[in-house]
């Protein structure tokens, strides 16, 4: 597992994925205070598969003998307070989605319409370089 999400078509695993941007974890982050990583992507698998305790084992030990100290992330973490509503990203993707766009940017091209301008940004960077609504 340390090396990626398991794919196996056989299994139906790895076959039906969703991808989502921004972070759900840790509770040091909130509506006023972003982190520094971003953008952060995820993807998750639409199926439940069940993963053997000694297959969490195997990734816990790993993490271990990774050079980065992932010490910290042995361990469960609170999950994040949710997010206002205008802070949250509008690009979910999903395999239709995506099998939409790659299907659009295959087709032919037609004429590009005028690019709108630019809205204005309504979040300021503070200080120590978080962004703040």
């Not at 659009?104 to 690019?115: H, K, L, Q, S």
Request: with cysteine; proline share 4%.
């Amino acid at each position: 597992m340390m090396r990626g999400m398991i794919i196996d078509k056989e299994r139906n695993m790895g076959t039906d994925i969703h991808y989502y941007t921004g972070s759900t974890t840790g509770t040091s982050r909130n509506n006023e205070m972003c982190s520094q990583y971003a953008p952060i992507t995820w993807q998750v698998d639409r199926q439940c598969h069940m993963i053997s305790a000694s297959s969490f084992d195997k990734l816990c030990q790993d993490m271990l003998l990774q050079r980065d100290d992932m010490k910290d992330d042995l361990y469960p973490h609170g999950s994040r307070e949710l997010v206002m509503d205008s802070l949250v990203a509008n690009n979910a993707a999903d395999a239709d989605s995506l099998a939409a766009a790659a299907a659009a940017e295959a087709a032919p091209a037609e004429a590009a319409p005028e690019e709108a301008p630019a809205a204005e940004a309504t979040a300021e960077v503070t200080r120590d370089g978080n962004l703040r609504a």
